[in-house]
């Protein structure tokens, strides 16, 4: 075998071994970014989760107070006795 050809076989072994290399990495960094895509979202429905929990409790305590307390809109009746 000649020397161009010892050459040019190892030049293209090691530029394929090269792109698998490149290849292999960019797939493990786009698993990753998946990955942490997956860990987003369910750390955002957990909090989407805790403040339906938390308005469905406060809009439970309005609906108790407003069975013990009389609501009247204070705002309305002193722009009326004004006029």
Do not use: P
């Amino acid at each position: 075998m000649s020397l161009a050809a010892k050459l040019t076989l190892a030049g293209t072994t090691l530029g394929a071994i090269g792109i698998v290399i490149f290849v292999h990495r960019g797939q493990q960094a786009e698993r990753a970014a998946m990955h942490a895509g997956v860990i987003r979202d369910m750390e955002q429905q957990k909090l989407k989760r805790e403040r339906q929990a938390d308005f469905e409790m406060q809009r439970a305590l309005e609906e108790e107070y407003r069975k013990i307390q009389t609501v009247s809109d204070s705002g309305q009746s002193s722009s009326n006795q004004q006029t």
